[in-house]
Nanobody
Framework: QVQLVESGGGLVQPGGSLRLSCAAS????????MGWYRQAPGKERELVAT???????DYATSVKGRFTISRDGGKNTVSLQMNSLKPLDTAVYYC???????????????WGQGTQVTVSS
């Protein structure tokens, strides 16, 4: 089982920056990829950014050039540096990991509890 613990959310003014971090712990065989999703009030959860074990990265179009995802594979941690924040970035941000728990038969998806990011003046 994988536990994901997020940190770093909060309130920031438009144009400001925040850094989110997430650490995976527990008993598992390997983590294949980690990333971030977000969910704004009244909207569906959407992809923000993911990074796989090989370093491959995907970003949502809306955050390209402003957000940077990074991963420390040895420590199973992932971070999201968010710059030039906009009010539309306001959402609960969820850390996610895809990996193999007790068997390599099939991977599983794990989710953190979420951290609130509010961009407002």
């Amino acid at each position: 089982q994988v536990q994901l613990v997020e940190s770093g959310g909060g309130l920031v003014q438009p144009g400001g920056s925040l850094r989110l971090s997430c650490a995976a712990s527990g008993s598992f065989l390997s983590i294949v990829s980690m990333g971030w999703y977000r969910q704004a009030p009244g909207k569906e959860r959407e992809l923000v950014a993911t990074i796989n074990a090989g370093g491959g990265i995907d970003y949502a179009t809306s955050v390209k050039g402003r957000f940077t995802i990074s991963r420390d594979g040895g420590k199973n941690t992932v971070s999201l540096q968010m710059n030039s924040l906009k009010p539309l970035d306001t959402a609960v941000y969820y850390c996610t990991a895809r990996g193999y728990g007790t068997s390599y038969v099939a991977f599983e998806d794990y989710w953190g509890q979420g951290t609130q990011v509010t961009v407002s003046s």
